[in-house]
């Protein structure tokens, strides 16, 4: 079984530039979080969705949005991208929200210049 | 702000001691969830316990919640070099609508 996939492995942007970044989930799974992590930092919470909706999102400028997919992927975008967005990306999946565990993807290596 | 505050954050042993990190966390939660997370990369989940249960093992893994302290440890015993990561643990809140992470203990285990 695939597990959760993440795409673009890296992506360097310039300051300014939007970025778009991609999750796809375990299949069956309907929940999809998506994680900040500063280099050596711990995970921020940036944005949970579940069946299609977004369900709740963390202390972060509305300049970071998503969406859900009807496939349950789902999709983190950053404008007017700010050089201390430079972070790993990291995006899970779970069954049942956060009732059961979640399965996180390798991440996305974002770095802007 | 973290709901979860590991300690220590750093850790360092020979291979076969024990390892013991602990967690401690500020509101109610429905569950507290462990992570192990390599180089980086991706996070993999260890053990779920519940509010309701004291006491959960996983292998050489031993986790404990004491939910009027607010606290859980994770102990990892017989530990092997290739235990060497970050350990993380997640609070899911009773709302159901947030699993925030604490900052994490970095385990070093020597050969």
């Known amino acids: 079984e695939a597990g959760v996939t993440q795409s673009p492995t890296h992506l360097i942007k310039t300051r300014g530039q939007q970025a778009t970044l991609r999750c796809s989930p375990i299949?069956?799974?309907?929940?999809v979080y998506w994680y900040q992590q500063a280099l050596g930092l711990g995970l921020q919470f940036l944005l949970w969705?579940?069946?299609?909706?977004?369900?709740n999102r963390g202390n972060f400028p509305p300049r970071f949005s998503g969406r859900q997919f009807p496939n349950y992927s789902s999709e983190l975008n950053v404008n007017a991208l700010e050089l201390e967005d430079s972070a790993l990306y990291l995006c899970a999946s779970s069954l049942k929200g956060v009732y059961t565990e979640a399965f996180f993807g390798q991440g996305t290596r974002l770095t802007v210049v | 702000s973290q709901q979860g505050e590991e300690d220590p954050q750093a850790l360092s042993i020979q291979e076969g001691e024990n390892a013991t990190m602990n967690c401690s966390y500020k509101?109610?939660?429905?569950?507290l969830q462990w992570y192990r997370q390599n180089s980086g990369r991706g996070l993999v989940h260890l053990i779920l316990?519940?509010?309701?249960?004291r006491e959960k093992h996983s292998g050489r893994l031993r986790v404990t919640l004491d939910t009027s302290k607010k606290s859980s440890s994770l102990l990892i015993t017989a530990s092997r070099a290739a235990d060497t990561a970050s350990y993380f643990c997640a609070t899911a809140n009773n709302a159901g609508n947030m699993l925030t992470f604490g900052g994490g203990t970095r385990l070093m285990v020597k050969p």
């Open positions: 969705y579940d069946e299609g909706e977004e369900r």
């Open positions: 299949s069956g799974h309907t929940s």
């Open positions: 316990i519940r509010s309701n249960e």
């Open positions: 509101t109610s939660i429905n569950n």
